[in-house]
């Protein structure tokens, strides 16, 4: 029974070839262990380690001077009943709502229009992806201008149009702060635009000739052969998006301090806050091992996803 | 293939190599600061930036310091122009057992874990030593610093926040002195915002500290200089009060104020969109270059409540800042960071901060005619009410405990907004403190 399931070349096989083929499978897992080692060195040491550090941080308390003092699971507790992390943590869910929902159907829009090389295409490719090679704390800036209650370019268009009924401090006003910080994102769209044009860019002429002589119209073509082909490169995008919005910082905090009233405050702001102003080094970690958690389910969800969409 | 193998067997330890080189803490040329009979090295860590006065007085201080002491001591300053970038540096090289060898830090005497490492020189000795340099202190910030009788840190500066105004918008508002009572103020503010500048430049980001300082003065106008102080109860009838009447002026400043942080709020004044700001003396440089006419810039005393419950011209200062140092091993080092603490802390000196870097240090500064002439208009006015001030009390921002820090700016614009009333402010910040 057992022999039956053993190829037939290894059984006739000389039993001196064997050995030597042992042995050369012994060396070749040496060879690859060797080969692993720079980085896994670098893993343990940037990742593994500092993962394991702020896994064991949260478990104290610290002002940053002095013996952290264990209190187990306090600060995660402290973290739940914190209003200000609650909200930082809802406002972090609608920035990845808002890049999955708004800011990639964008990319792929753009990417598609882009992919049928009208007039300008090459001008409009290299405005688009522009911002991503201009500094975010430069662009937070700019917006912060725009969006500013008075001297922003926002308001003083909508004056300009007569619209004065509009004009509000966009920026500190709880209801459109949120959106404001978002907003500068969400349409910065050249990062995606690339990277899908990069995967429409693989498939093959042969099947958009076949549907054109089929008689399928452009929209049925993207709708049917370059969406579906290109997949793999929007589940890509959605999971840089989580990255991004786990991450971000620099146009909340420039813009408002996560305020008013902390309407517009993020988890990375939280974390920041924590440790910068309070020196509650402790939780400030706790805060970084619930992104983590929640950037891991969303990095799992985009995956089950994906591999929904593939069966 | 055995070199194939090799190369990354070589590329760990050259790695591992590399990041040491790279992690290590002292710089080049700093090697063997003593000991050795060569220049003992002193750097001084601190937010004096060559870009402002007070870090170009320091770098002359510094040189001429170097020059008086050359083959012996040379003094390097390595300046970090954001503050609390400044102070989480100096926490941490605390924390990993290398303090910087001197360097500024903001008291707390909610939080006295950096004099409590035991990782910081004891000045007492050497203040014991010469009474004379002792005496340039107040006995009553030694006595704040001091710690299980040491003394872990010189008093570096303790600037008075005080109202900076327009002489000419208050003119035009029809008054020819500032305000001595806040009721008084309150109106001036209302028939400004009626002709579109605010009465008070505000902010409430970062440490909101324009807002913080009207606060102070508006809680100790209504509760006495007592009424934040440790130990004291902030959910209280005073700094209800004073959220009341910090919310009127919020509504009465400029629209960027919910929100805004320091550069937003002192450009407003600076451009006369506010009548008003209540700051520190560095504001001064900034007055002199950006202002058309800087002498129609006027200092005056916070106004009180009228009713005796704190004396006129008392002033809120900012937190006392105090000048830390490692201890040493070495005593050459030690020696080298006393001599340096002397010379900076003299009257020569603190003339110099106080005249050149608008920067007045928290020592005994005589200024002489000449430096008197040379002094900015609204530095010697400074210098007048802060000589003159009955009582001063810090400001409450600075004497809560650093949860309650972080949680002030979105307090203030809850309240702001309207989302608190003052019972809720008081509580939440009596909560926060305790936390």
């Not at chain 2, 070199?3 to 067997?9: A, C, F, K, N, Y």
């Not at chain 2, 700094?239 to 009447?245: K, N, P, T, V």
């Not at chain 2, 091993?329 to 005249?355: C, G, H, L, Q």
Request: glycine share 8%; hydrophobic share 45%; proline share 6%.
């Amino acid at each position: 029974m057992t022999s039956a399931l053993v190829p037939a070349r290894a059984m006739t096989a000389p039993p001196g070839r064997k050995e030597r083929r042992g042995g050369r499978d012994v060396a070749d897992r040496w060879r690859i262990a060797l080969y692993l080692l720079p980085a896994l060195a670098l893993v343990v040491l940037f990742l593994a380690i500092p993962l394991a550090v702020v896994f064991g941080m949260s478990t104290t308390e610290w002002a940053g001077v002095g013996v952290p003092e264990w209190v187990a699971f306090d600060n995660f507790t402290r973290l739940a009943e914190d209003p200000a992390f609650r909200t930082a943590l809802v406002n972090t869910l609608i920035w990845v709502a808002a890049g999955t929902l708004v800011h990639t159907p964008l990319c792929v829009l753009v990417a598609l229009v882009i992919a049928r090389r009208p007039r300008g295409w090459r001008f409009f490719r290299t405005v688009f992806f522009l911002p991503n090679v201009i500094s975010a704390t430069a662009l937070a800036m700019l917006w912060y201008f725009v969006f500013h209650v008075s001297l922003g370019l926002l308001n003083s268009a909508l004056s300009a149009i007569g619209l004065e009924s509009w004009v509000r401090p966009w920026l500190f006003d709880p209801s459109t702060a949120l959106s404001a910080t978002m907003a500068p994102w969400v349409v910065y769209i050249g990062f995606g635009m690339v990277l899908l044009l990069t995967q429409i860019s693989t498939i093959p002429k042969e099947l958009y000739e076949a549907a054109e002589l089929d008689g399928a119209s452009t929209l049925r073509q993207d709708l049917s052969i370059t969406i579906p082909l290109i997949r793999r490169a929007i589940a890509l995008q959605v999971l840089f998006v989580v990255g991004y919005a786990l991450r971000s910082f620099e146009y909340p905090f420039i813009m408002t301090s996560g305020g008013p009233a902390d309407s517009s405050m993020t988890l990375s702001l939280y974390i920041h806050r924590q440790m910068m102003t309070a020196n509650q080094y402790g939780l400030s970690m706790a805060a970084g091992v619930v992104t983590l958690v929640v950037g891991t389910v969303l990095t799992l969800a985009v995956f089950a996803a994906l591999r929904r969409t593939e069966r | 293939m055995r070199r194939r193998t090799l190369i990354p067997l070589c590329l760990v330890p050259a790695a591992s190599l590399g990041l040491v080189a790279c992690g290590s803490a002292v710089p080049e040329g700093q090697e063997g600061d003593s000991g050795d009979g060569g220049e003992v090295t002193v750097t001084v860590m601190s937010n004096f930036t060559s870009d402002v006065a007070r870090g170009q007085v320091l770098d002359e201080l510094i040189a001429k310091f170097n020059e008086d002491h050359e083959g012996e001591y040379q003094v390097e300053s390595a300046a970090e122009p954001d503050w609390p970038t400044l102070q989480q540096k100096i926490r941490s090289m605390i924390s990993a057992g290398d303090p910087p060898d001197v360097f500024l830090y903001n008291y707390n005497p909610n939080d006295r874990s950096r004099e409590e490492s035991g990782a910081l020189m004891d000045w007492s000795r050497y203040l014991d030593e010469d009474p004379e340099w002792k005496a340039r202190f107040s006995p009553a910030n030694l006595d704040a610093i001091a710690l299980d009788g040491a003394i872990p840190g010189i008093p570096g500066d303790q600037a008075p926040a005080l109202v900076y105004y327009h002489s000419d918008l208050l003119e035009q508002a029809g008054h020819d002195s500032f305000p001595a009572t806040w009721d008084d103020f309150f109106t001036v503010a209302e028939t400004l915002k009626s002709e579109g500048v605010a009465g008070l430049a505000m902010m409430t980001a970062d440490d909101a500290w324009h807002t913080m300082n009207a606060f102070s003065y508006l809680a100790t106008a209504a509760g006495g200089r007592d009424a934040y102080a440790p130990g004291e109860s902030l959910d209280s009838d005073a700094i209800r009060r004073a959220a009341e009447d910090t919310r009127r002026l919020l509504e009465l400043s400029t629209p960027d104020a919910v929100g805004g942080n320091y550069a937003v709020s002192s450009r407003n004044f600076l451009a006369k969109q506010a009548l008003a700001v209540i700051d520190g003396p560095w504001l001064i440089s900034s007055i002199q270059s950006d202002v058309e006419d800087p002498c129609t810039v006027q200092v005056a005393p916070a106004p009180t409540a009228g009713d005796g419950a704190v004396e006129p011209g008392y002033t809120v200062t900012d937190s006392l800042n105090v000048w830390g140092a490692a201890e040493q091993a070495d005593e050459e080092k030690t020696e080298a960071v006393v001599a340096w603490m002397k010379y900076f802390t003299s009257n020569d000196s603190a003339v110099r901060m106080a005249v050149d870097g608008e920067y007045p240090l928290a020592v005994q500064t005589e200024l002489g005619p000449e430096d008197a002439e040379r002094a900015s208009c609204q530095m010697r006015q400074v210098l007048e009410i802060a000589n003159a001030a009955p009582a001063s009390v810090v400001q409450m921002g600075r004497e809560i405990t650093s949860g309650a820090q972080a949680q002030l700016p979105s307090l203030l614009e809850s309240l702001a907004l309207g989302q608190r009333g003052p019972d809720e402010f008081a509580a939440g910040l009596q909560q926060a403190n305790q936390e």
